[in-house]
């Protein structure tokens, strides 16, 4: 597969040189191929200009033809063929003002970020690395290419994209790169929120989120982004379990979140400053929204915490907030062999029955949606010979709890008679 996917790009790259060009393979492709990971896709770099790779190939498409960007199309595969470059200025801390197109491989490479990510492999498969990019990933440094302060200066994404590759290429920060990050850590704020969430996404989902978030900590990236964040409280203090055992980026979200002391709406406004899709958000917030409902039901009712009552509550978030999201948060409080965000004993306490029984309860749910209840609005109303009203809603929404529960059987007959015998005791209270 992959092999199929490389042989496409070395058809680009020799097609190039056999019309006169130079043409390597460049960046991230030749950096995972040294080190034996899976490639994802593979970029070409050459000294022929866009019009001449566009006459060059049958199928090609223009996508970004301001920075010398050709898309080739090989098979199904796109391909991206860039033209030797040197960047001029920098506006706003990001973008290059000027891009003018050059002959040599070298002067390419140096534009680029870090050292791993400046090599080239020719032709003939040798590889190119004129900053020693092979020597830094085999001693696991991440080194910028060049003066670090100036490198993080012209463009401020590169810091963040600097703890990102520590974090998930478990690589040292060279110190004077380091420093530089250090230093210019405050025109993170010239950085759209999108690029940042982009690569605290890919940090966070990476193999290694402890790592992240101690990056993230000790170079305290989040305080200095555009919007305030609830994130950037993320501070070195703070000890964290591991992570990688949630596997999905938006529940060790959640969990950090939950870590923080965040309330939904907090969690909202982050993801949503973050430019986090909407359906990231509802997940992240729906597990810290049961995780907050959960542990102040406690505080309301503490000579009630047995388990009949935890289990009530635990049952009653399910349907509020969904399955999934109570099964997430058991593996949250799985995490750790007691919560370190709370003293609170209580809490610890109920915790700790809903690590042991939380699943086991939600796996004996007869019912967890309205759509599976054996009646239905219309029958309900029906039945009770009423026009709907609120009151409907919420009675249906009790019947569920109850044969959720197992207190109620879900079928019709016994519905309709526990919510007639509900509907006379409200008329009676009425009257
Ligand atoms: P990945 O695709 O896994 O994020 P990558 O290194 O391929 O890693 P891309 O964003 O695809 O990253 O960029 C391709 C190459 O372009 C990089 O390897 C690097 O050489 C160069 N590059 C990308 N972004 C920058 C930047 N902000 N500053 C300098 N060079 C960059
Ligand atoms: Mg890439």
Not at 77 to 106: C, H, N, Q, W
Not at 156 to 162: I, T, V
Not at 360 to 371: I, T
Request: aromatic share 6%; hydrophobic share 40%.
């Amino acid at each position: 597969m992959s092999d199929a996917l490389k042989q496409g790009a070395m058809q680009i790259v020799r097609r190039l040189c056999e019309a006169g060009f130079e043409a390597y393979l460049v960046g991230g492709c030749v950096r995972d191929e040294q080190l034996g990971r899976p490639v994802k896709d593979y970029d070409i770099a050459t000294s022929a200009h866009p019009d001449q790779v566009q006459r060059l190939f049958e199928r090609t498409v223009p996508t970004g033809l301001q920075h010398g960007t050709v898309t080739v199309v090989i098979g199904k595969k796109p391909y991206e063929v860039t033209t030797f470059r040197r960047e001029g200025g920098y506006e706003a801390f990001r973008r290059p003002t000027e891009v003018e197109y050059i002959d040599s491989l070298t002067e390419d490479l140096q534009r680029r970020d870090f050292t791993m990510n400046a090599m080239a492999i020719d032709q003939n498969g040798h590889l190119i690395d004129p900053f020693d990019g092979l020597k830094d990933l085999e001693r696991g440094v991440l080194r910028c290419v060049g003066q670090a302060e100036e490198r993080f200066g012209e463009d401020a994404l590169r810091m963040m994209r600097c703890l990102r590759f520590a974090s998930a290429y478990g690589l040292m920060v060279e110190q004077a790169t380091w420093d530089a990050l250090n230093s210019g850590i405050s025109l993170l704020r010239h950085i759209a929120m999108e690029r940042i969430r982009a690569e605290l996404e890919r940090m966070l989902g990476g193999s290694d989120p402890n790592r992240a978030l101690e990056l993230l900590a000790d170079s305290r990236a989040l305080r200095h982004v555009k919007q305030e964040l609830l994130l950037s409280k993320l501070d070195k203090e703070t000890e964290w379990p591991p992570l990688s055992r949630l596997t999905e980026m938006e529940h060790r979200l959640a969990f950090i979140y939950i870590r923080l002391g965040a309330d939904p709406a907090g969690v909202e406004e982050d993801m949503i400053k973050l430019t986090f899709s909407r359906q990231q958000m509802e997940t992240v917030k729906r597990i810290v929204a049961a995780h907050t409902v959960l542990v102040s039901g406690l505080d309301e009712s503490p000579e009630l915490n047995g388990e009949p009552y935890l289990r009530r509550i635990w049952i009653a978030a399910a349907l509020n907030y969904g399955v999934s999201a109570l099964r997430t948060l058991r593996e949250i409080y799985l995490l750790e062999d007691a919560p370190i965000w709370t003293d609170n004993v209580k809490v610890s306490r109920a915790v700790d029955v809903w690590r042991k029984l939380g699943c086991v309860w939600l796996e004996q749910m007869p019912v967890s949606a309205l759509a599976e209840l054996a009646v239905g609005g219309k029958e309900l109303m029906g039945h009770l010979g009423v026009k709907g009203g609120p009151w409907t809603g919420r009675l249906l929404h009790r019947l569920l709890e109850s044969a959720a529960l197992g207190e109620l059987r879900n079928d019709k007959e016994t519905l309709l008679a526990a919510a007639q015998e509900h509907y006379d005791k409200m008329q009676e209270n009425d009257e």
